[in-house]
């Protein structure tokens, strides 16, 4: 992750991938469908952005390597 995230956001992208990908992915669907994430609801529009990037890159690995190792 990238060091220049706040506490918060960090926090909040490790308890969504804790949650596992189905989740993950969930969140990055209603983003790019432009929905409103009720799980990013305390965050500001710059801190979801940062939240959608992110997981977007950690997402992008399993897309590499094998997707079955997900969740």
């Known amino acids: ?3 220049d995230l706040s506490k918060k956001v960090s926090t909040k992208i490790e308890l969504l991938c804790e949650a596992g990908c189905t989740q993950v ?3 990055l669907k209603k ?3 432009g929905v ?3 799980e990013l609801a305390e965050f500001n529009e710059t801190e979801i ?6 997981l977007s890159n950690i ?8 997707a079955e ?3």
Do not use: F, G, L, T
């Not at 952005?49 to 992110?54: A, G, L, N, P, T």
């Open 69 to 71: 190792d997900c969740d």
């Open 36 to 38: 409103v994430i009720e």
């Open 1 to 3: 992750m990238k060091p």
């Open 25 to 27: 992915n969930q969140v």
């Open 59 to 66: 997402m992008a690995v399993y897309e590499i390597s094998d």
């Open 31 to 33: 983003a790019s469908n």
């Open 49 to 54: 952005k940062q939240i959608i990037i992110e």
